[in-house]
């Protein structure tokens, strides 16, 4: 009897005018290959702060989280939430 547990990214969505990332993670645990219990948990990430803290806040993401946050999260983007957190019209 092997009873192991595994969480991995089964979801991931881009949503709103900011390209917010939604992270969903599964919790599988299991017993010689026979699934027990699921659950999971969600997250969301934003492209707010510098350049620097966008990259501190992605550096303990996984590859495939950093590649869409790269893809989507464009110079634009960035500006345009960092001058919605602050009220700022323009970017």
Known sequence: MAL????KIDKLEIV???KKI??????????????????????????SGS????SASLATETSEVKLVANA???DAIKGEYN???TG????
Do not use: C, M
């Not at 192991?4 to 969480?7: A, G, M, Q, S, V």
């Not at 939604?22 to 492209?47: M, N, Y």
């Not at 700022?88 to 970017?91: A, F, K, L, R, T």
């Open 88 to 91: 700022s019209s323009n970017p």
């Open 22 to 47: 939604q992270i969903r993670e599964a919790i599988v645990v299991s017993e010689d290959g026979t699934e027990l219990a699921r659950s999971f948990h969600r997250r969301v990430i934003s492209p």
């Open 51 to 54: 350049d620097t803290v966008i």
């Open 72 to 74: 989507v999260w464009t």
């Open 4 to 7: 192991t547990k595994e969480i």
């Open 16 to 18: 709103g005018d900011y």
């Open 83 to 85: 001058a919605f957190l």
